[in-house]
């Protein structure tokens, strides 16, 4: 192993809205398309969504900056950077993050290859009506595995040219895409006979949902899983990062878009479900749901769902191509700047290790869905807590004065500190406490004992 810890030549973004998009890229994701909605709507609609953004703003907005801030300060993989500026007792932290790329990419790349082939099969007109059996075929067995590596071929592929090549160019494509895409299937969903009713389910205020227990566990597994936080993804853009924005400005914009996503998915995904009764199918926010009964939905329409349908899994390709990405870029940063490797060979064995680890998953839903409550919302939180604890206690004097370089004002640092510092601890911790059960629940689906 080629011992040359810094990288001579390290990559950049060329320019602003390279980093933008690509960090609202990897915001953006089958977090929001399909978890979003759901969790929304179970958790008391507008109520929840309020409490969501509520959490946006006070712990993920300054938790984002925090990772800008690390990123761009240090100018290396975040396994890297938390050992260099922390000291050996945080190296721990560095490893946390490479073990959620590593658990989240393993399994998000198996939903990500249903998608593929659900838009290659809506092209060619070829989605039976029977929307279930089809599911099951897509989602088990070889078909599975076989999307699943197609998947992380194309993702190792765009990673292995690069930051400039790869994942800013291919954002560059992919974004605007998406944006059309999705507001045009929201006007689309709104002339739907029948499908007005989604819209008061998915969104009545249900206050007295925010009192159960949990909902504040599912509101900050929500924020953490679909802002990309806790896990280093945004810290290893920003670490591409050479101009001295504001990047408090810059977490609000990614926070904020991914948000709008969300809330736009919401507002397709409810209206079909209403028009075209499909309620039977989702009555359970399980993973297959949206794969299943959005089809049905598509095929009621004939010769305009054809359409619809491509546009829609089209959509969930791309937000989950771009996620993906910066999950695989998280492990091949670290192999590139702490051991030199080059890139094509850590994107290679990282992607190839990873695309290993996910055949379980493909196999079988109970582990996916086991690995996602752990790593999704779990790991990701216990990631967040010790980014706030080394951003806001270890390192906080540096940290403010990258900060400053593009935020001026000192009182507005001084909230960001107060929130790094003191509310984003005592959340998370509370948060943690309460997502034990279902963790540990998970765990033993993991290890057999359940
Ligand atoms: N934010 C992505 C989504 O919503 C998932 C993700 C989590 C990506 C963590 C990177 C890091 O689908």
Redesign the pocket.
Known sequence: MAASPVTPQRDSWATRAGFILAAVG????????W?FPYVASEGGGAAFVALYLAIVAVVGIPLMTAEFVVGRLTQQSPLVAVRRLGGRRWAPLGWLFIL??FG?LSY?SVIAGWTMRYAFDAVRNAIPSDTSGYFNEVSSGLDAVFLHLLFMAVTIWIVVQGVRKGLERSVLVMMPVLFLLLIGLAIWAKTLDGGDPGYGYYLRPDLGALLRPGILAAAAGQA????????G?LMTYASYLRSKENLAREATVVALS?FGVAFVAGLVVFPVIFAFDLFDTVSESSIGTLFIALPKGFEILGRTGDFVDTAFFVLLFL??LS??I??LE?VVTAIIDRWGWRRGRAALVAGGAITLLGIPSALDLAVLGAIDQIS?NFL?LVGGLGIAFFVGWRIFPQADAELAQGLRSPRLRWVWGALVRFVAPVVLVAVLVSAWPATWAAVRTLLGLE
Request: aromatic residues 10%; glycine residues 18%; neutral net charge.
């Open positions: 990897s915001a953006v994701g089958l977090g929001n398309m978890r959620g790329g989240i998000y953490f899983y679909s802002l990309s936080l806790g896990m993804a991914d937000a989950a996620s993906a910066s999950l998280v999704g990701l």
